[in-house]
């Protein structure tokens, strides 16, 4: 079992940045990759980074790329999400998660979660 928790969530204005952090706990040496995805109001949820836990190797949804930044931090038992550029469309919950194996783009292979924390822009 491998154990999640989200912070650095809040109300930021446009043009502003955020810092989210995951803390990650138990069997983290079964981690493949970790993912950070977010669900706006009435959206579904989507991803929007993944990163190796062992190499570091990063991989973003396309709409993001150039403002945001996934990185980990393996002797913390952490990974981050910096947000830059923040916009209203980026206002939603944003969770983080953990996979063993798969896909890094399909939410099916993450097989832990966090609870999510909110990060709300305003225009």
């Known amino acids: 079992q491998v154990q999640l928790v989200e912070s650095g969530g809040g109300l930021v204005q446009a043009g502003g940045s955020l810092s989210l952090s995951c803390a990650a706990s138990g069997r983290t040496s079964n981690i493949y990759w970790m993912g950070w995805f977010r669900q706006a109001p009435e959206k579904e949820r989507e991803i929007v980074a993944a990163?190796?836990?062992?190499?570091?190797?990063?991989y973003y949804r396309e709409s993001v790329k150039g403002r945001f930044t996934i990185s980990r931090d393996n002797a913390k038992n952490t990974v981050y999400l910096q947000i830059n550029s923040l916009t209203p469309e980026d206002t939603a919950v944003y969770y983080c998660?953990?996979?063993?194996?798969?896909?890094?783009?399909?939410?099916?292979?993450?097989?832990?979660w966090g609870q999510g924390t909110q990060v709300t822009v305003s225009s």
């Open positions: 990163i190796t836990w062992s190499s570091g190797i990063t």
């Open positions: 998660a953990a996979a063993l194996g798969g896909s890094w783009r399909s939410e099916n292979s993450y097989d832990f």
